[in-house]
Nanobody, 125 residues
């Protein structure tokens, strides 16, 4: 069954913005770190951003300064605000959650036990 549901993807021109949302379905993710990965056609799934706690967030170098991850802890919903989008940001974006992350594995997709179905983001040049 689907346990994480993403929304907010779409088509945008380069330089534009989108805000992705990820909400739990059927269970709570209280106490879990929640983050975003993306996968472009023909490429491996790659880490984008992680909300680990109220004071700990991580970002891939490629999105630092452009993307911001935030979380509504009451609703266990995580958001990804994406500004100044570039064509190379085009991918399917996936939400992920896990409880047992470390500083050496948080960026590895196989670390995460829970995934959403993904939302497509397309940035035109």
């Amino acid at each position: 069954q689907v346990q994480l549901v993403e929304s907010g993807g779409g088509l945008v021109q380069a330089g534009g913005s989108l805000r992705l949302s990820c909400a739990p379905s059927g269970r709570t993710f209280s106490g879990y770190a929640m983050g975003w990965f993306r996968q472009a056609p023909g490429k491996d799934r790659e880490f984008v951003a992680l909300w680990w706690s109220g004071i700990t967030t991580y970002y891939a170098d490629s999105v630092k300064g452009r993307f911001t991850i935030s979380r509504d802890t009451a609703k266990n919903t995580v958001f990804l605000q994406m500004n100044n989008l570039k064509p190379e940001d085009t991918a399917v974006y996936y939400c992920a959650a896990d409880r047992f992350l470390t500083s050496t594995n948080y960026y590895k997709s196989d670390t995460y036990d829970y995934w959403g179905q993904g939302t497509q983001v397309t940035v035109s040049s």
